[in-house]
Structures are given as C-alpha cells and as structure tokens.
C-alpha cells in the first residue's frame, strides 16, 4: 500500500498528538522490488487520475514508464488485478478498471461495516506502544493535511491510518481488505476529498484513536463502525450526484 511518509511539513501538533521525531523512526522503509515499484508507480498514476478509467495498459507503455524490463511489470500488474485497480483480459488486454456504481459501493461498505471494526477490536487488544505511536504520527499529519486543505494528502494519511489500525490487529482477515481496499481508496480519493474535504471524519479518527489508547475494544469497534456509516453515506451520496 503506499505511503505518504513525509510529504506534509512538519507543524506544532494539535489535540495533544505527537508527531515522531525522524530519528525515533526505528526501522526505516526498504527500497521496494521491481515489481513492487511498478505497483507503487502505476497505482499512484491511478489514484491521481493520470490515467483514467478505462484506460489500457499495455507492457511496453509501463515498462518505458517505470523504466524495469517485462517480468516485474507483469507481477506487478498481476498485484494491482489483485488489488481491483486494473482489469486483465485475455484476449484484450489490461485496463483500468471502471469506476463503483452506487450500488457497488454500497455492497463493499456492507463488506467494511462487518470485518473493519472486528479489526479494530483486535487492535485495541492487541496494539504495541511503538504501533499505537505510528498510528499517533498519521493522524497528526492527518490534521496538517486537513488544515491545509491539502486533498490528495488528506485522502492517503486517511488510507494510512486505517490501515495502521487494521495491520495492528494481526489478524488473517487483512487479506480480505486488500483485496478492495485501494479500489475503495480510488473512489474515496475522486468522489469525497478532491469535492470537499470531510471534515467530520477528524474527530471520528480522534475518538478512534482515543478508544485504542485507552485499550477500550468495544468502543474501538463502536467508534470504527460510526466512522465507516458515515463515509458510506457521504461516497453513496457522492457517487448518485454525479450520475
């Protein structure tokens, strides 16, 4: 999943949080594999909008794009058929996938309404000083970017934190999430922060991430499925307007 590690400068924080100091960072990011940097080049191409729905994808265009030969660009665009950003047909070729229908969304928040707060749970049970100090640092840069009116950034600390959270719960079921998390993220990207930024969904996160300092699962969940009924209904409402 990408990372939006460092691209907000770094303010006094708000709400008590504490950003991580650069050098309290204990294991540093590892350069990626081939394939991994073709997934990291070609998703943020998706997720920015430079290429469009329904665009093709073909190997020679993302070999002279990431610049690494054909054996990588092929695991990595199996990863991002995995991940449901790209479509592979045979006898056609790669595209990018299609934009949710309203009645897609709503069926993958059905899916997100049931595992995302069980995830949290386990998290609150389950989380580490050092984990629950990394959640802590994504959702001070959270607040920057929201201050600053910084959508796209906004959009992918949002996707960090989540992810935080449910890679903390250690729980088997996270590879049911990857597989329509960063289609969802897509959507949430265009549809929601590039309109206008929700705001509410600050103190959400902030009553998360209080219920997981607290150690508190049952409200962690709670809280995780509030957050997770509002965002359906701000998507849905989003996805309708634009027909």
């Known amino acids: 999943m990408p990372s ?7 303010r006094a924080p708000r709400y008590g949080l504490r950003l991580q100091h650069e050098n309290e960072k204990l294991r540093p990011e590892r ?11 070609i998703r943020d191409d998706i997720l ?3 290429l469009p729905a329904g665009a093709r994808l073909t190997e020679a265009m993302v070999m ?17 058929e995995g991940e449901g950003l790209v ?8 595209f990018v996938t299609y934009r949710l229908t309203p009645e897609e969304a709503e069926l993958v928040y059905d899916v997100r309404l049931v595992l995302e707060p069980h995830l949290t749970g386990l998290a609150a049970s389950r989380i580490t000083p050092e984990t629950l100090a990394q959640v802590e640092d994504v959702l001070a840069r959270f607040v920057d970017a929201m201050d600053a009116a910084e959508a796209r950034e906004a959009g992918q600390l949002d996707a960090d934190f989540h992810l935080a959270i449910y890679e ?25 922060y590039n309109a206008e930024l929700p705001r509410q969904f600050l103190e959400e996160h902030l009553a998360i991430f209080d219920a997981l300092q607290d150690g508190d699962a049952d409200r962690a969940r709670q809280e995780m499925r509030t957050h997770i009924e509002h965002g359906r ?3 849905v409402k989003a996805l309708k307007g634009s027909r």
């Open 87 to 94: 479509l592979a047909y045979r006898s056609r070729g790669t």
């Open 31 to 41: 350069p990626p594999s081939l394939a991994e940097h073709v997934c990291r080049v």
């Open 168 to 192: 903390a719960s250690g729980s088997e079921l996270l590879s049911v999430l990857r597989g329509y998390w960063a289609r969802l993220q897509l959507e949430l990207s265009e549809r929601v």
């Open 4 to 10: 939006s590690e460092g691209r907000v400068a770094r």
């Open 64 to 80: 002279d794009r990431t610049g690494v030969s054909r054996t990588p660009v092929r695991e990595g665009l199996r990863t991002l």
């Open 233 to 235: 209904a701000t998507l």
């Open 48 to 50: 920015t909008g430079r």
